[in-house]
């Protein structure tokens, strides 16, 4: 039975080209038990994964032949080999040849006529560790969604192999709609949700007329154009990096912020020393695109569910500290704006955003306009205690996200074990090398860790008075 393919995921299918593959991934690095080497750890992954029939969306192909009638519909045969595949690398198994093998298989769009995911083992590493490296397209699910997925698989302690997320065993799906009624309901939900859309544009248009150069709040076209805006070629540049979540936590509660705060700190803080590193100043705050998640908690229901906000960052000259301090005042503005939109209006105003940039883009008008947003930043969650595949311990999650016009700077974090993991993918023409900003983006972090917190002075208390030592004459017994 084929199934509809919604309009927000769809956009997935249609955004996916040659230059930029809507390919979301992971790179999971596993420790095998005393005893067990690599060797024999994939092997017993591969034959397990391997023997496991996929379950929707991982067993259906999308066919969107026909415009207005996009659906899911099964292939005639899955070869498992085909989507589970083992390698090993050449020595010394470095994890910059690591990263260059990700690329390589990162780089290349997905075959529609096969379901949208590969599982690659890979063994050979300098280290003792595996990887597996599951790659599969952005149509498919969510950040959040996925992690759940695929964290479900694994095991709190060590075990046998359980069905890979290819395999996880899904509800049956409730009787469709009809395809009139579920029609009608869109439409009038888009309808409402455009209105919506309307009043906030017109509340933020007048406010920007009333004061002239303030973009608080979400604030798409306000940022300038940097190497991370040049048009996205088909390589890619990955590496990878990890912060405590635990100091984090407490760099965020002492400024007044959350995790994310810092995060976007310490990203903005490292990019900017990279820029001018490579003498490259840039006049005004960037903006970023962080995705926020709209699923209720238990909701793994296949498909996208998220909304975006546009979030003005640090200005270029300000301290690491003083830059939190300035991301935390707009994400807060940023985040009652997005809450005081529904799901569908908040979603229509990231389409509209975005429309407007291809619209331009299209035009070749790139030079006359900003970019809509100068790179993306996203946390997909966290996921509690250790995990195990078989006997084999998770070390390392490392998201590997897609990176399309005009964004060509991708972070995404996935925290586990308290630490955050971060996985960072570039287009190559703008990023060949991702050590120095790396380094950069370490570094701020150190200063962020070391840096005191802003005292408001106005909302401190006056100390109380101290009584003098000296004693006092009476005013009958002065001369």
């Known amino acids: 039975m084929s199934r509809a393919i919604p309009v927000n995921d769809l956009l997935f299918l249609w955004a996916d080209r040659k230059e930029a593959p809507a390919n979301v991934g992971v790179l999971l690095l596993f420790e095998p038990p005393p005893g067990r080497g690599a060797d024999k750890a994939t092997r017993e992954v591969l034959r397990a994964y391997r023997s496991t029939p996929p379950t929707p969306p991982f067993d259906v192909v999308p066919d969107s032949q026909v415009p207005g009638a996009a659906h899911w519909r099964e292939p005639a045969r899955i070869e498992m080999r085909r989507h589970v595949r083992r390698e090993t690398l050449p020595a010394p198994g470095t994890q910059a040849q690591l990263n260059e093998r990700l690329a390589e298989l990162h780089r290349d769009m997905l075959d529609r006529s096969r379901p949208l995911f590969e599982i690659h083992l890979i063994d050979g590493l300098e280290s003792g560790q595996f990887a597996l490296y599951i790659k599969s397209h952005h149509v498919s699910w969510d950040g959040r969604s ?15 192999i359980m069905p890979g997320f290819h395999a996880v065993a899904t509800a049956s799906a409730a009787a469709a709609e009809s395809g009139i009624a579920n029609s009608l309901r ?3 939900t888009q309808a409402s949700a455009m209105r919506e859309l309307y009043a906030t544009v017109t509340k933020r248009v007048a406010a920007l007329r009333a004061t002239p150069g303030d973009s608080r709040g979400n604030a798409p076209f306000a940022g300038p154009h940097t190497r991370f805006n040049r048009p996205v070629v088909p390589e890619r540049t990955l590496a990878q990096f990890s912060l405590p979540l635990g100091e984090m936590r407490r760099v965020g509660r002492a400024h007044g912020g959350t995790v994310n705060d810092v995060l976007l700190a310490v990203f903005d803080e490292g990019v ?4 001018r590193e490579l003498g490259e100043r840039v006049a005004e705050p960037l903006v970023a695109m962080c995705p926020v998640a709209s699923r209720e908690p238990g909701d793994v229901e296949i498909g996208n569910k998220a909304t975006t906000l546009f979030v003005k960052l640090g200005s270029p000259r300000s301290g690491v500290d003083r830059r939190l301090r300035e991301i935390i005042a707009n994400t807060t503005i940023a985040k009652t704006e997005l809450r005081s939109m529904s799901r569908e209006a908040s979603l229509d105003f990231a389409l509209l955003a975005f429309g407007l940039w291809l619209t331009s883009h299209a035009f ?4 006359y306009t900003r970019p809509v947003v100068n790179y993306v930043v996203s946390n997909v969650g966290r996921v509690e205690g250790e995990r195990y595949l078989g006997r084999s311990r998770l070390v390392g999650a490392y998201p590997i996200s897609m990176v399309a016009d005009p964004a060509g700077l991708n972070f995404t974090t996935l925290s ?7 996985g960072l993918v570039a287009n190559r023409a703008a990023l060949p090398d991702a050590a120095p900003l790396v380094q950069h983006c370490l570094e701020a972090w150190q200063r962020l860790k070391r840096a005191r917190p802003a005292q408001d002075l106005t909302l401190r208390k006056a100390p109380p008075r101290r009584r003098s030592r000296t004693r006092r004459i009476p005013a009958i017994q002065r001369p």
Do not use: E, S
Request: proline content about 9%; glycine content about 12%; overall charge negative.
């Open 186 to 188: 869109t439409l009038l």
């Open 416 to 422: 586990h074990d308290g630490r955050m993991d971060v």
């Open 364 to 367: 070749g008008l790139d030079a």
């Open 272 to 275: 900017h020393r990279h820029l």
């Open 146 to 160: 996925a992690v759940a997925r695929i964290f479900d698989t694994f095991t709190p302690g060590p075990g046998p």
